[in-house]
Antibody, heavy 120, light 107 residues
Framework: VQLVQSGAEVQKPGASVKVSCMAS????????LHWVRQAPGQGLEWMGM????????SYAQNFQGRVTMTRDTSTSTVYMELSSLRSEDTAVYYC??????????????WGRGTLVTVSS | DIQMTQSPSSLSASVGDRVTVSCRAS??????LNWYQQQPGKVPKLLIY???SLQSGVPSRFSGSGSGTDFTLTISSLQPEDFATYYC?????????FGQGTKVEIK
């Protein structure tokens, strides 16, 4: 399993950023992909998830209205776009595969992360 | 949202020590509880799922226990590569929420 994320971004406050995550080594449509972010020196924060088969999404309330997750099944790639960026959005954004089990999903494979810096 | 509280926030231990990290949920989460390890500068790694199931490839010195609101991650004999931050995560209710992390440092 490999999740390859796009490179670091620097954006101005108010702008948008779109991070990609290309999956390989497994059946892309069979597993949800989640996005988790980590601000500098801080803990992990779940942002949302997308089901590649059909494209249904679920977002954390904190990001509702600002985040959009999409997928391209032809390239096994998912995207996370975050708009109206503010300095507090400076963080590493991880793409991670969710495996469904009897006790909910577990995040068993992670991309290397994409650093998004929001600065004027 | 379900709040996950870990204790302690940090601890110092020596190689060979037995280490326990606690995680408490603000409401019952059955066994919908995962543990992750994040070594400095690295990506989080799944250690334990469903409260007590060891992820494939994870050394057997790691174990998890608990159900409902109180959970424990135990490292039976701390190794140099175990110095890291550990996070619990509940998946009982949406959104899945993480604890704030427990940093295990070298004594």
């Amino acid at each position: 399993v490999q999740l390859v994320q796009s490179g670091a971004e620097v954006q101005k406050p108010g702008a948008s950023v779109k991070v990609s995550c290309m999956a390989s080594g497994y059946a892309f449509s069979s597993y949800y992909l989640h996005w988790v972010r980590q601000a500098p020196g801080q803990g992990l924060e779940w942002m949302g998830m997308i089901k590649p088969d059909g494209g249904s999404t679920s977002y954390a309330q904190n990001f509702q209205g600002r985040v959009t997750m999409t997928r391209d099944t032809s390239t096994s790639t998912v995207y996370m776009e975050l708009s109206s960026l503010r300095s507090e959005d400076t963080a590493v954004y991880y793409c991670t595969r969710g495996v469904i089990g009897s006790y909910g999903p577990r995040l068993d494979s992670w991309g290397r992360g994409t650093l998004v810096t929001v600065s004027s | 949202d379900i709040q996950m509280t870990q204790s302690p926030s940090s601890l110092s231990a020596s190689v060979g020590d037995r280490v326990t990290v606690s995680c408490r949920a603000s409401q019952g989460v059955n066994s919908y509880l995962n543990w992750y390890q994040q070594q400095p500068g690295k990506v989080p790694k799944l250690l334990i799922y469903a409260a007590s199931s060891l992820q494939s490839g994870v050394p057997s010195r790691f174990s998890g226990s608990g159900s409902g609101t109180d959970f424990t991650l135990t490292i039976s004999s701390l190794q140099p590569e175990d110095f890291a931050t550990y996070y619990c995560q509940q998946t009982y209710n949406m959104p899945p929420t993480f604890g704030q992390g427990t940093k295990v440092e070298i004594k």
